[in-house]
């Protein structure tokens, strides 16, 4: 209820209260997401504390942030990752809080950035009825209606059903921009018996965006070009990104102590257009090439999990074992012309209508990654004062990469542990003070030669306070950080992917 959080479910998967954990989360609740009337998760992210906007790749997919001053485009949803593939930006008519573990977190969810993991919980079904919808308009012909019925769909209330629905279009400020969103997420919540049930949720979704790169900076200066001139072309129609996303769980309460859960979850997706992309800036002419893109790709995940409590030398203990196996394939092809200045335009007087320069780079690749993974995690009551969390996963993953143009293809396999150690001292009710390190994994994306480079490590070190206050109405966590990468990979001014080597970010 209201703006603050107490539990969080994200840092350990066992429903903790955020206060007993040693590791800094940030929730934005249902409460934000209404008022901020938000309908992306991006603006949601902006009060999520330490979450900066980076490159939304000309908005008709997902959207890239920093926290802790590492960059990733990464999404986890209800613990599954959402966007391995190029997966639209989450629509938050499903959503009902965002939360942000900050720091690496490969111990519980695997390959991942060191900076931070964002995992979306959405909507479930609840026990009453109720419909709701919201009708709302905007400047630039901006129409949105989203509607959340949910009802229960048997005498005895086992059976729960809920549908979320979203319908947007959205003119622009921007000359020949436009997008179109449609979006529906039916859930389902089955009681099988009083220690049992399942839950079944679903997204499919459909978003159309004109490509779109901005204006230039004009020697480094905005305001040369008015802000609303578009320099793509209005005849390469819109992207259309696909997404399909099935999750399935079941839990199981073996006792009071200990429950069982299997879960699944199969998304796949597409991604189809043209776009005139710009490139440079010389004189007044800005240079362009033009691209061809047709992307699928699909993930399936499937989870074992043992849950558990019970007392061990005078201890309480809250235990995980989990058992995770991956299959995620991805297909890239998006031929490209050379950078013409023929094809460019003239950012003082801009024609479009330009015949489409010949495609000269092939740009055709396919990706396949699998892995296996032991989950474990020990949190610890040594007293009433004083908390402990021991996690590692260790995980086999199996990387292959091809580039179908040239025939060249590369694989590899690693063995990878991941491990996780934090404390959590509770000075007084109102003040606590942690600590803890962990680790980061992730194999880097193929290069545009097919090449698989070596996967990305990070380590990171945090201790920062903790504090509950006026009687919980306030919460707040103050963080020193300390952050390794090493094996990042950058891009060169031609565009080929080499080894940037360590990275490291470090503050409070």
């Not at 900066?52 to 890239?64: I, K």
């Not at 950035?113 to 964002?118: A, F």
């Not at 509607?147 to 059903?161: E, F, H, I, K, Y």
Request: glycine share 10%; charged share 20%; net charge neutral.
């Amino acid at each position: 209820q209201g703006y603050r959080a107490t539990r969080s479910p994200t840092a350990t998967p066992t429903d903790t209260d955020i206060r007993d954990t040693p590791q800094s989360i940030q929730v934005v609740p249902a409460h934000v997401l209404k008022d901020l009337n938000s309908t992306r998760i991006d603006r949601a992210l902006d009060f999520a504390g330490g979450v900066a906007r980076q490159n939304n790749f000309g908005g008709p997919t997902f959207l890239n942030y920093s926290v802790r001053g590492f960059t990733t485009g990464e999404l986890y949803k209800n613990g599954f990752a959402v966007n391995r593939g190029s997966y639209s930006a989450p629509d938050t008519s499903s959503i009902e809080r965002t939360e942000v573990l900050k720091g690496p977190a490969a111990s519980l969810y695997g390959r991942g950035d060191p900076g931070r993991l964002v995992n979306i919980v959405s909507k479930r079904p609840q026990a009453e009825t109720f419909s709701t919808v919201n009708l709302s308009a905007g400047s630039w012909d901006r129409y949105r209606g989203p509607l959340d019925a949910n009802a229960p769909l048997d005498s005895q209330g086992n059976l729960l059903g809920r549908v979320n629905l979203a319908v947007e279009d959205n003119g622009s400020f921007r000359d020949h921009v436009n997008s179109e969103r449609r979006i529906v997420s039916p859930s389902l919540s089955w009681q099988l018996s009083p220690d049992t049930r399942l839950l079944l949720d679903t997204e499919f979704s459909r978003t159309e965006s004109v490509f779109d790169r901005g204006i230039p900076a004009v020697n480094g200066q905005m305001g040369s070009v008015p802000r609303s001139a578009f320099m793509g072309e209005p005849n390469d129609g819109k992207i259309r990104n696909d997404n399909q996303t099935v999750d399935l769980a079941l839990e199981h309460f073996l006792d009071d102590n200990w429950k069982l859960r299997l879960a699944n979850h199969y998304t796949q997706g597409t991604l189809k257009g043209n776009s005139s992309e710009p490139q440079a800036l010389v004189g007044n002419t800005l240079t362009r090439f033009y691209r061809e893109r047709d992307f699928e790709w699909n993930d399936n995940i499937t989870q074992a999990e043992l849950h558990g409590q019970f007392e061990l030398l005078g201890w309480q203990h809250q235990s995980l074992i989990g058992l995770e196996y991956e299959n995620y394939r991805n297909s890239q092809k998006y031929p490209q012309s050379a950078t013409l200045a023929s094809y460019g335009l003239d950012i003082r007087n801009p024609v479009y209508g330009k015949p489409k320069p010949a495609l000269t780079r092939a740009n055709d690749f396919f990706e396949r990654t699998e892995s296996h993974a032991l989950n474990l995690q020990d949190q610890i009551a040594f007293s009433e004062r004083l908390r402990g969390l021991l996690g590692v996963r260790l995980e086999r993953i199996e990387q292959t990469s091809q580039n179908r143009s040239s025939g060249i293809s590369n694989s590899q396999a690693k063995d990878v542990a991941t491990p996780r150690v934090g404390l959590l001292y509770q000075l007084t009710p109102q003040v606590g003070v942690f600590a803890n390190a962990s680790t980061s994994f992730k194999p880097n994306t193929i290069g545009t030669q097919g090449q698989v480079y070596k996967p990305e490590k990070g380590i990171g070190y945090e201790t920062g306070l903790k504090l509950d206050l006026f009687d919980s109405r306030l919460g707040a966590t103050v963080a020193l950080f300390h952050i390794d990468k090493e094996n990042g990979i950058t891009t060169d001014a031609l565009g080929e992917g080499i080894a940037a080597g360590k990275a490291r970010s470090q503050g409070l």
